[in-house]
């Protein structure tokens, strides 16, 4: 058993439709089959769907992770990812200072995205 077990909970809006939901539980299991790096990954909505930020928090700390890094799956830094969810993750950190809970940088703002848009969109042609 790894007892620094370091998870990835990943952030989405949440939506009505259930199977939007099921696309990020998708993406979330797929990176865990290919992370290295994380021996937990989940999935946790903003608003509307379940689990939300804190319970996908708390169903990381049940799965002993020991240090949790929460990404934004949002492609623009709006008032979800400048505002909400960072207010969110501190009202956490208080509740676990034990465990230590990083938010990481918002997916759209990397920049293998431009790369990610400009392969789909050339493959379409």
Same mark, same amino acid.
């Given at each position: 058993m790894n007892i620094n077990k370091k998870a990835l909970l990943v952030v989405a809006h949440g939506s009505?439709?259930?199977i939007s939901n099921i696309e990020i539980h998708q993406?979330?299991?797929n990176i865990a089959l290919k992370?290295? /790096?994380f021996q937990i990954v989940e999935a946790c909505f903003l608003e509307i769907a379940n689990p939300s930020i804190p319970q996908g928090i708390e169903n990381c700390i049940h799965?002993?992770?020991k240090d949790i890094l929460v990404m934004p799956y949002f492609l623009a830094a709006g008032k979800h990812v400048m505002?909400?969810?960072p207010e969110i993750i501190t009202n956490? /950190?208080?509740k676990y200072p034990d465990i230590p809970i990083k938010l990481s940088s918002y997916f759209g703002s990397s920049p293998v995205v431009v790369d990610i848009v400009?392969?789909?969109a050339e493959n379409d042609i």
């Open positions: 009505r439709k259930k993406l979330a299991n992370s290295s /790096v799965r002993n992770a505002e909400d969810i956490e /950190v208080l400009k392969t789909l």
